[in-house]
Structures are given as structure tokens and as C-alpha cells.
């Protein structure tokens, strides 16, 4: 199992931001998905999950309106569009896969990382 | 939102050691919990899910108990790769949740 992130970078404060997280060695479209993040120093916070199909979407209150999750089950790829970043949004971001479909659930795969800065 | 509570936030240990960590839900979340171990600069590991199940591959000295709101990661016997930082997760409802972390070092 593979997961690889890409998107991140320095952005200023208001500004957008587009994370991918490319899947490989397992059957994507299968398995629930997430994005969980780390600010420096700091512990983990879930962040959003999607289901298998893409129809069910959860956010964690202080993204929500501000980000969205979605996923390409034909390109094994997540994604993670962030919009009106906040100083606060500074994090690692991981993406996480799930053991199984369901949304309530572990996660048994991380990615590296890929982090966002939200600085001006 | 369910509040996870891990005390302690930070716990010295000698090799050889039997190490408890303890996680506190602020309500029920039956054995919904996992617990994970993440060294600095990488990616969390999953050690244990619904509260007491070893995840393939982790060593048989990793052990977890508890439901409802009170939850325990126990090393039997502290090893130098345990040393890093302990974080267990709440996925009763669909807003997950984790506790603040147990840095465990020298």
C-alpha cells in the first residue's frame, strides 16, 4: 500500500490550495478515505473522510465551508481543495486510507505528509 | 464532538520497562478506539484498533484494553524503537477524534 501526497506549499492567508494524494498497490476505489493534519509541534487532527462512492463527504467544524474532499477512483487519487486559508490551517497534512468502506472507522495507511504554511 | 483525554502528556521510562498510557473518552464510544505511534518527521502507525486488537505486524509486547470511556495502551517491555509519541483515536462517530498525545522518553 502506497499513498503519496503532493499539493503543498506556502500560501498567503485567504488564499487556495488543491492536495492530491496518489494510491497505489491496493484497490482504491474500495476503501474509505481521509485527511488528517499535524500543526508544528502539535498532535493529530481529523480534518474529512470520504466514502468509497465519493457521495459521502464529513468534515471536522473548522474546515467546513472552507474545504472539500473528493476522490477519482479511475485515477487512484484524492484530493483535498482548500480555500480561504487561515494562519491556522499550518499543518502536515496526511492522507489516510481506511481497513475497509466504512467512514467511521481507523486508519491502517498513512502518506508521508505534505505540508501547508499559510503565511503571508 | 467526543473529547479524548490522554494522561500522561509526557512519560519517562528505562528499557525494560512496563509502560501504561490511559486515554478517557467524554462519553461512551464502546471499543471504538485506536491507538497509533508516531516518530518525529514520520507518519503515524497503527498499533492496536477497537481497543485491544494487535494490527498485523506490531510486536506481541503492544497491548491495549478498555471500552466504554476508559482505555490503556500497555508496552510490557519498553524497547529502544518504542521511544516516540503515542496518540489513540476515538472513530465512534463519524467526527473522529484524537487525544493530545503521550511522548514517551528516556
Known amino acids: 500500500v502506497q499513498l503519496l501526497e503532493s499539493g503543498g506549499g506556502l500560501v498567503q492567508p485567504g488564499g487556495s490550495l488543491r492536495l492530491s494524494c496518489a494510491a497505489s498497490e491496493f484497490t482504491f476505489g474500495s476503501y474509505a478515505m481521509s485527511w488528517v493534519r499535524q500543526a508544528p509541534g502539535k498532535g493529530l487532527e481529523w480534518v474529512s473522510t470520504i466514502d468509497v462512492s465519493g457521495d459521502s463527504t464529513y468534515y471536522t467544524d473548522s474546515v467546513k465551508g472552507r474545504f472539500t474532499i473528493s476522490r477519482d477512483n479511475s485515477k487512484n487519487t484524492l484530493f483535498l481543495q482548500m480555500s480561504s486559508l487561515r494562519a491556522e490551517d499550518t499543518a502536515v497534512y496526511y492522507c489516510?486510507?481506511?481497513?475497509?468502506?466504512?467512514?467511521?472507522?481507523?486508519?491502517?495507511?498513512w502518506g508521508q505528509g505534505t505540508l501547508v504554511t499559510v503565511s503571508s | 464532538d467526543i473529547q479524548m483525554t490522554q494522561f500522561p502528556s509526557t512519560l519517562s521510562a528505562s528499557i525494560g520497562d512496563r509502560v501504561t498510557i490511559t486515554c478517557r473518552a467524554s462519553q461512551s464510544i464502546s471499543s471504538w478506539l485506536a491507538w497509533y505511534q508516531q516518530k518525529p518527521g514520520k507518519a503515524p502507525k497503527l498499533l492496536i484498533y477497537?481497543?485491544?486488537s494487535l494490527e498485523s505486524g506490531v510486536p506481541s509486547r503492544f497491548s491495549g484494553s478498555g471500552s466504554g470511556t476508559e482505555f490503556t495502551l500497555t508496552i510490557s517491555s519498553l524497547q529502544p524503537d518504542d521511544f516516540a509519541t503515542y496518540y489513540c483515536?476515538?472513530?465512534?462517530?463519524?467526527?473522529?477524534?484524537f487525544g493530545q498525545g503521550t511522548k514517551v522518553e528516556i
Open positions: 483515536q476515538q472513530y465512534n462517530t463519524y467526527s473522529k477524534t
Open positions: 477497537k481497543a485491544s
Open positions: 489516510a486510507k481506511a481497513p475497509g468502506g466504512a467512514a467511521t472507522t481507523r486508519f491502517d495507511c
